[in-house]
């Protein structure tokens, strides 16, 4: 069950760029969490795989000190969430459903982002992945998807002319 659990039903198991394939199921999931059921929905679903997910990496890497093998792709799910939490946020706040349909470039920035983000490992992602331990497999996608839904507020924001030169 625990690899169940941290290949996302063994996606990432998927060659090449398992990160990548968990990345982009869990962005489909995501986007038909917030068709289906809602923006809330999407908020809990991510709580839990954050939560699962650290438990998870914790049984699976009990004794392995430092390893983070890359079929672990239950932290891109998070982290991806995390990324897509800040477009759904703001159409939800505003009303609109069903974006994902006619405001494309908010759910593919999130990927992009993300995907740059974890791979990149700037700042406080790379300080995460430093770590050596099961927190840090998660924390690293979790910093990664907080960077990248910042990013696509403010791409949003320069592409929509709020922000001004």
Do not use: N
């Not at 983070?68 to 990324?83: K, N, Y």
């Not at 759904?88 to 759910?107: E, I």
Request: glycine residues 10%.
């Amino acid at each position: 069950m625990i690899r169940a659990v941290t290949t996302f039903g063994y996606v990432g198991l998927l060659r090449p760029a398992p990160g990548t394939w968990g990345s982009a199921v869990a962005l489909a999931l995501g986007l038909a969490i917030d068709h289906l059921l809602g923006f809330p929905a999407l908020v809990l679903a991510t709580v839990a795989v954050t939560a699962l997910g650290f438990w998870a990496c914790q049984q699976a890497l009990r004794d392995r000190p430092g390893d983070d093998p890359s079929e672990i792709v239950i932290d891109e799910v998070a982290g991806q969430w995390i990324a897509l939490l800040f477009p759904a946020a703001a159409f939800w706040s505003r009303g609109v459903q069903d974006w994902w349909l006619t405001a494309y470039p908010g759910w593919v920035a999130a990927f992009v982002f993300f995907r740059l983000f974890d791979i990149w490992k700037p700042s406080l992602v790379g300080r995460a992945d430093r770590r050596g331990d099961p927190a840090g497999v998660m924390l690293d996608d979790l910093w990664a998807g907080l960077f990248a839904g910042v990013a696509v507020i403010v791409a949003a924001a320069v592409a929509h002319g709020v922000v001004m030169s």
